[in-house]
């Protein structure tokens, strides 16, 4: 791909972005700032947008990769299960009260279930020296109805006032977002982001098939370990920044790859600069469309997503048909 078409869909997803920053209830003009202005531009509408790129980025690469070492292009980074044991932890902390980080009470609670979460994975997924693909995806299934029951249970049996916050949380609300969520959420994303990009010429030979692999000098086993880990980190630490946001993982991916093609090299970075951008207007459009009321971006991204997921399945229906 050439550095000037990578340029371009750069600078759309940057347009994307800025316009979430500027646009909204409250229209922000940053060539004429007042005190008001600048407070609500810096104070909550920045941190904000950035932790939502953020997690757009560590969702869109997620579903890049895993796409790759599952060969299942209906893979998405919260079938692994590993959301929903962060969302059941988050819950028990607002509930709990979390006594202890203040403010990042919560975001840690989270992404300490999630890493359990994806070692309980890994440990269901780990056979005979690897990773094998079919293993890991029906434990992050299993896993993940588990969880997911677990936190239905929970919500039941509870009467806590913070019981709202939990769940607006759970569907993705960035309403909470601040700049205390910054520092930790990049080092983690970007340390994932890191591993894999690194290794996006593995990830090519995978998509052919563990013997082709083999035969290109990779081992599959271990690069999908690898994979693995960068996909636990990048989905925790976005779980733990703003909760669950859905299907990003899942139609980024495809939508980049019509326009580029399907090398990993550009296809994961592409996809994170993608999905970062996909989440700030959905995040845009979830406190504007109905303000002052505010609709979580999970929500929005669901509303988009789940129809593209269906289209997804029925169109390999008919090519599985027609051969």
């Keep these: 791909m050439s550095k000037m078409k990578l340029g371009i869909l750069a600078v759309i997803s940057l347009f994307f972005c800025l316009s979430s920053l500027f646009l909204g209830p409250k229209l922000i003009n940053p060539l004429n700032l007042n005190t008001v202005d600048a407070q609500i531009l810096f ?120 019981m709202r916050q939990a769940l607006l949380w759970i569907f993705g609300d960035l309403s909470l977002a601040d700049w205390t969520l910054v520092p930790y959420g990049f080092l983690f994303i970007s340390g994932g982001f890191l591993i894999a990009l690194s290794r996006a010429r593995a990830l090519n030979a995978l998509v052919l098939g563990d013997e082709i692999a083999h035969s290109l000098g990779f081992s599959a086993e271990k690069e999908r370990f690898f994979f693995f880990v960068a996909v636990a980190i990048m989905t925790a630490a976005s779980v733990s920044l703003g909760g669950t946001v859905g299907f990003i993982g899942l139609i980024i991916p495809h939508i980049v790859r019509f326009f580029i093609g399907s090398d990993n090299r550009y296809l994961v970075p592409v996809s994170a600069l993608f999905g970062g951008a996909f989440l700030c207007i959905s995040d845009l459009i979830g406190r504007t469309i109905m303000a002052p009321t505010e609709i979580p971006s999970g929500i929005i991204t669901a509303l988009f997503g789940a129809p593209y997921f269906l289209y997804l399945l029925r169109r390999r229906d008919v090519l599985r048909t027609s051969q």
């Design 43 to 162: 104070s909550i509408r920045l941190p904000r947008v950035i932790v939502a790129a953020l997690m757009g980025i560590a969702l869109g690469a997620s579903g890049a990769i895993l796409q790759g070492i599952l060969r299942n292009p209906l893979a998405d980074p919260y079938i692994l299960g590993i959301s929903s044991g962060a969302a059941l932890t988050a819950a028990i902390g607002i509930l709990a009260g979390v006594p202890f980080l203040y403010e990042l009470g919560v975001p840690f609670s989270a992404l300490v279930g999630a890493f359990v979460a994806s070692l309980i994975v890994g440990a269901f997924g780990w056979k005979r020296g690897g990773i094998w693909p079919e293993r890991l995806l029906l434990a992050g299934v299993g896993l993940g109805f588990l969880f997911h029951a677990a936190l239905m249970l929970l919500v039941s049996l509870s009467s806590h006032e913070g």
